[in-house]
């Protein structure tokens, strides 16, 4: 009978580990195999020569191939972070208000916020580029009213790469909140209670009973907010490009410009290996830091 359900399990599994390796397992493998060839997105595979680290000593050279990889790593990093940290407290903070079950239209929050996630990227960036319009604008139209002047939004390199992380914060922070809700009906209300009649106030009551019960769906959280940072592209492509001077050309993006563009897909996948593992260690990282957190 063991046998039998094994045979049937794997009967089960294998158009499912078919379609993972073939879209997902067999381009990763030619991607890094790619890296350590001189190869031209023009050309077959079979015109591929074996260079072994040059892609790499190419990108982390001082040429302006390396300069403009290390700008796009640079970019990328500071677009993560900033999208994580707003992301994370914004979304316990909305979390927490619809959570509350005597506040009116909890449901309703919970579905304009989610909403917002089901809105298609592309839709998004085209609708915050008139947005952030200098002169018909309605965001520049609003400072107007208080006295303050047009703000250069995408123009400045200062805030071009903000402006961004704003967009996909508005984007991203309800699907985190379903996430954070999702959290906190998993915490008894019985600690609350408890803690209520010990006398602990709200403050309290989130910081030794919420955070630390929430630290897993924050982890959570976390690595699917980084993961989806890293793959920025849509508003990048679409608004930006890229500019104004390099400051909002992150990889992804800068990844398809070298390797389809300018068809040099030996660097481009040597970039993209380069991204997966920043991501891998990222993650790794943030992991071991919340089980060391977790054994103390």
């Known amino acids: 009978m063991a046998k039998a359900f094994r045979a049937s399990a794997g009967i089960m599994l294998a158009p499912a580990v078919t379609l993972i390796g073939v879209f997902v397992l067999v381009p990763m493998l030619l991607t890094i195999w790619l890296c350590f060839q001189d190869w031209s997105t023009q050309t077959p595979f079979s015109e591929a020569s074996f260079v072994g680290l040059g892609n790499f000593q190419e990108i982390f050279g001082s040429t302006s191939v390396g300069r403009d990889f290390k700008t796009a790593l640079l970019n990328t990093t500071i677009y993560t972070a900033l999208s994580v940290v707003l992301i994370l407290p914004l979304s316990v903070v909305f979390g927490l208000l619809v959570y509350q079950r005597d506040v009116a239209g909890g449901t309703a929050l919970r579905t304009v916020l989610f909403s917002t996630y089901m809105v298609p990227m592309i839709a998004v960036a085209l609708v915050w580029s008139k947005l952030y319009s200098p002169s018909e604008g309605p965001l520049n139209q609003m400072l107007g009213l208080v006295g303050i002047g047009p703000q250069p939004w995408l123009s400045s390199p200062r805030s071009a790469l903000v402006s961004i992380v704003l967009l996909n914060v508005w984007q991203q922070v309800g699907y985190f909140t379903v996430l954070a809700i999702a959290g906190l009906t998993q ?43 890293v793959q920025v592209f849509e508003p990048v492509a679409l608004i930006t490009q890229g500019g104004p001077v390099g400051s909002t050309n992150v990889l992804t993006y800068h990844i398809r410009r070298v390797g389809i563009e300018r068809a040099q897909g030996g660097l481009g996948s040597a970039m993209a290996v380069m991204l997966m593992l920043s991501l891998m260690v990222c993650v790794s990282a943030l992991f071991a830091f919340v089980n060391r957190k977790d054994s103390e």
């Open 187 to 229: 915490i008894p209300g019985s600690l609350y209670e408890a803690a209520t009649l010990d006398g602990a106030n709200g403050r309290e009551q989130f910081r030794f009973i919420t955070f630390p019960l929430l630290r897993r769906t924050l982890l959570f959280s976390a690595v699917i907010a980084i993961i989806n940072a």
